[in-house]
């Protein structure tokens, strides 16, 4: 009977520590993300169909104001949305820099980027592990005719680093 229950006692041990071991392999979402914006087919190895590039840091709490205010001063709504995500976009003659907040239902992050007053740009992807993968979307007053949604992807680059998230920077890897 007492080496049943030891026996018992080591399994319980080794499939706890091994839930544990899986667990902890799970970084979280909060970290620094390289992203594809695509129409059509969109892979980090073939880029041909690459529309701009960016970067984003999502952060697990809210921003503090400060840093929020030296990227992008015209954020204002701090009590309904505080924004708990910073990014940089690079076109082809230009970058531009954000913050936005972000949600996570289950593996679906869900997050906007380039809102004015009259449009935004929403992303939703589905968090597999490091990378992400779906869809991003404009929304307007005046929509653009027969706008397909773009295939969005992404890689984790590593920890939340604030400084990816000024227009030029750079993220440390």
């Given at each position: 009977?007492?080496?049943?229950?030891?026996?018992?006692?080591?399994?319980?041990?080794?499939?706890?520590?091994?839930?544990?071991?899986?667990?902890?392999?799970?970084?979280?979402?909060?970290?620094?993300?390289?992203?594809?914006?695509?129409?059509?087919?969109?892979?980090?190895?073939?880029?041909?169909?690459?529309?701009?590039?960016?970067?984003?840091?999502?952060?697990?709490?809210?921003?503090k104001?400060?840093?929020?205010?030296?990227?992008?001063?015209?954020?204002?709504?701090?009590?309904?949305?505080?924004?708990?995500?910073?990014?940089?976009?690079?076109?082809?003659?230009?970058?531009?820099?954000?913050?936005?907040?972000?949600?996570?239902?289950?593996?679906?992050?869900?997050?906007?980027?380039?809102?004015?007053?009259?449009?935004?740009?929403?992303?939703?992807?589905?968090?597999?592990?490091?990378?992400?993968?779906?869809?991003?979307?404009?929304?307007?007053?005046?929509?653009?005719?027969?706008?397909?949604?773009?295939?969005?992807?992404?890689?984790?680059?590593?920890?939340?680093?604030?400084?990816?998230?000024k227009?030029?920077?750079?993220?440390?890897?």
């Amino acid at each position: 009977m007492a080496l049943r229950l030891r026996v018992a006692m080591l399994v319980l041990a080794v499939t706890a520590g091994a839930a544990q071991s899986a667990a902890s392999k799970d970084r979280g979402i909060a970290g620094t993300y390289e992203l594809l914006i695509c129409k059509g087919p969109c892979a980090f190895s073939e880029r041909g169909n690459v529309l701009r590039t960016g970067v984003i840091v999502l952060f697990d709490r809210a921003m503090k104001r400060k840093d929020v205010d030296r990227i992008d001063s015209a954020y204002h709504d701090f009590k309904n949305d505080p924004p708990k995500a910073c990014y940089t976009l690079t076109y082809p003659n230009r970058q531009t820099s954000g913050v936005t907040s972000w949600t996570l239902e289950g593996k679906t992050l869900s997050f906007t980027l380039m809102r004015s007053k009259d449009s935004l740009y929403s992303v939703r992807v589905e968090r597999k592990g490091d990378l992400l993968s779906g869809v991003g979307n404009f929304w307007s007053a005046a929509p653009p005719p027969g706008f397909i949604p773009d295939t969005i992807v992404g890689r984790r680059l590593g920890p939340a680093d604030i400084a990816a998230c000024k227009a030029g920077g750079t993220p440390k890897e």
